[in-house]
């Protein structure tokens, strides 16, 4: 039986009334649910005589104009309005829900609100403001004064510009101005406000310097300022807050570090700055510590060889660090997932202690000038996802061992000075889906069990000395097949015909001959056929769709149309084909340009982020999926 109050009741069943005239499938309806406190969304106390908490989240509003009502219930803790279509408050709200002794949270995030921030009078016991994912645009200035109780502020994902408000509440504890346009310098005031244990002011056009007084925020676990315009030093004293845990500044013109860290730090990202300089000796050996990510910077000198044994994430790739890569730091490393050190000028070999990194699931270690051979013990890593190793120096053959990676998805030991034939074993690879091994100095054949590589998308082996038999290939490859500058002889084989949703297919600089098969034509996806410099001859195959295929280099081969010889046409697609395939591209180019290069010309973070997400997003799918999939397995299992 509803114990609930007569006028509660009532007030509730005139909105509920509303909500059948506004929205198509309102949630409250007393004629079929009587009891109130059961209604989705309503709290009420133990007793059920009052409400304390409101959520219409996702209800689909868009009226807002019965919302002041709610206020006449006098009980209420919370109210949550977020995830609707409402485009402003009532003024009324302000004047009858301020009143609301006990109101200590309000809710309108994710909705269309638009205009400026309005002024919130009384609400003396408010501590908790979401106004974020709307449109709310202007300064702030003195609209939340009166909020004395206040410890949460999310202003978040707005439009709101003019400089960070220096008048805050000194009761607060988190502060969210993400993703806004605020200018100016981050105020010296802030550090006054000694109870924030959250500061985020990511994404804004923030410029000048970190004021000292952040050092005295000795509550602070978290601060965000990355996607600003933020120069100079990074504060010793910021790094010195004991309680800090996260500290992120990346896409920023930082130019220096402190010589270290407080020992309550777990995450700290400065990539994308201009940091100059050597890594202190001391600055990765926190013991809490566990991502650190420094890469695209402008850092010299070795790794510091004290790392932090609770690291999961190490990313100082894209700087100009060289030296060795030290070996006895990485054996207490037993947490380690991503270790990413590439595009420096490490020299030496690659240490076989990263082999004791027993949960490593992506080692990047390319375009740097590393040498020797393939540790035997890098092959040993039962978790590995991603291994990338191109442009180096590295020598030998490819171990048997390689077999042994089960977890691979991605491996790229392209440019460098590898000899041999291609492992057999390298099928047991059965979840890879790109494999690199381009321009080396490999010999033999194709291994044939790389046919029942399943998964595999992408297959790189030109640029080395391989011959005989062409296998059958998986038949989901898709990227690209490129078979270039080897020496296989003979037909096109057969063995290609399968390949429907190849796109790319790379045969040149070998000794092909005969004829060019018509099978190549039923390859659906196929966008670019590369036939340059073999020994073909007869007529290219005509494709009724646009399809870039290059044939030049082979004197015997003719245009399908013309009849002509490569020396007389340099070679090439059909004419109709090429003009409409160009005037495609020429349409394309700038639609596309505008629709999505366009933006990242204009926003300078969302350039950056676009091209590092490019960069990094397939190997870190690859590794999310494969690591989640495992842990979800081992709990099932328990």
Not at 3 to 32: F, V, Y
Not at 33 to 56: A, H, N
Not at 98 to 121: A, C, M
């Amino acid at each position: 039986m509803c114990r609930l109050a007569s006028n509660q009741r009532k007030t509730m069943i005139t909105i509920s009334r509303q909500l059948e005239l506004d929205t198509e499938n309102s949630p409250w309806n007393a004629t079929e649910e009587p009891d109130l406190c059961r209604w989705e969304g309503v709290t009420c106390s133990p007793s059920d005589d009052s409400i304390l908490s409101l959520s219409m989240s996702g209800f689909g509003l868009s009226n807002s104009s019965f919302l002041p009502m709610l206020c006449r219930i006098d009980s209420l803790h919370s109210l949550d309005f977020s995830n609707n279509f409402l485009e402003l408050i009532p003024g009324d709200i302000f004047n009858s829900c301020g009143d609301i002794e006990g109101l200590k949270s309000l809710n309108f995030s994710k909705n269309r609100l638009f205009g400026s921030l309005p002024t919130f009078q009384n609400f003396a016991s408010l501590e908790s403001l979401d106004l974020s994912f709307n449109s709310l645009s202007g300064n702030i200035d003195s609209q939340l004064n009166d909020l004395s109780s206040l410890k949460s502020l999310n202003l978040s994902s707005n439009l709101f510009s003019g400089s960070v408000p220096s008048s805050l509440q000194a009761t607060l504890e988190r502060l969210d101005l993400s993703v806004n346009n605020f200018t100016g310098e981050i105020p010296s005031e802030i550090g006054g406000y000694e109870n924030l244990i959250m500061i985020d002011l990511s994404n804004n056009k923030l410029s000048g310097t970190i004021p000292e007084s952040v050092g005295n925020l000795t509550e602070l676990e978290i601060l965000v300022l990355s996607s600003n315009q933020l120069t100079g030093a990074i504060p010793a004293g910021l790094l010195g807050i004991t309680a800090l845990q996260r500290f992120s500044a990346n896409q920023n013109k930082f130019l220096s570090i402190p010589g270290n860290t407080t020992d309550s730090l777990k995450v700290l990202d400065l990539s994308y700055n201009k940091i100059t300089g050597r890594i202190p000796p001391e600055f990765l050996s926190s013991p809490s510590l566990q991502g650190v990510d420094l890469s695209y910077n402008m850092l010299d000198g070795p790794i510091p060889e004290n790392m932090s044994s609770s690291l999961v994430r190490l990313r100082l790739g894209s700087n100009s660090l060289s030296g060795p890569i030290p070996s006895a730091s990485f054996e207490p490393l037993q947490n380690l997932l991503f270790l990413e050190l590439e595009n420096n000028s490490f020299t030496g070999k690659i240490p076989p202690q990263i082999g004791h990194c027993r949960n490593l699931a992506l080692l990047n270690l390319a375009k740097n000038k590393l040498s020797g051979i393939l540790p035997e013990e890098l092959l040993d890593l039962p978790q590995l996802q991603v291994l990338k190793l191109q442009h180096n120096k590295l020598g030998g053959g490819i171990p048997d061992q390689i077999g042994q990676l089960i977890m691979l998805s991605v491996l790229n030991i392209s440019w460098n000075s590898l000899n041999g034939t291609i492992s057999s074993s390298i099928s047991n690879c059965a979840n890879l889906i790109s494999l690199s091994l381009q321009n080396n100095d490999l010999t033999g054949s194709i291994p044939d069990g790389i046919s029942n590589m399943s998964p595999l998308l992408e297959l790189q082996l030109g640029a080395n000395k391989l011959y005989g038999r062409i296998p059958d290939m998986p038949p989901k490859l898709q990227i690209s097949l490129n078979l270039s500058s080897n020496l296989f002889e003979g037909e096109i084989p057969e063995t290609l015909s399968g390949l429907y949703d190849l796109e790319v297919l790379d045969l040149s600089n070998n000794k092909f001959s005969g004829r060019v098969p018509d099978f190549l034509v039923g390859l659906s996806c196929l966008s670019q056929l590369i036939l340059t410099n073999n020994q073909l001859s007869g007529v290219v195959p005509y494709f009724s769709r646009p399809v870039m295929v290059d044939w030049s280099g082979n004197p015997e081969l003719r245009n399908p149309k013309l009849g002509t010889r490569n020396e007389d046409e340099n070679g090439g697609d059909d004419i109709d084909d090429k003009f409409w395939f160009y005037i495609s591209m020429g349409l394309g180019y700038p639609i596309g340009f505008w629709v999505v290069c366009g933006s990242l010309v204009i926003k300078r973070s969302w350039r950056r982020a676009y091209f590092r997400s490019i960069d990094e997003m397939k190997d870190r799918i690859y590794v999310f999926i494969a690591v989640f999939i495992n842990r979800c397995r081992e709990k099932c299992v328990c």
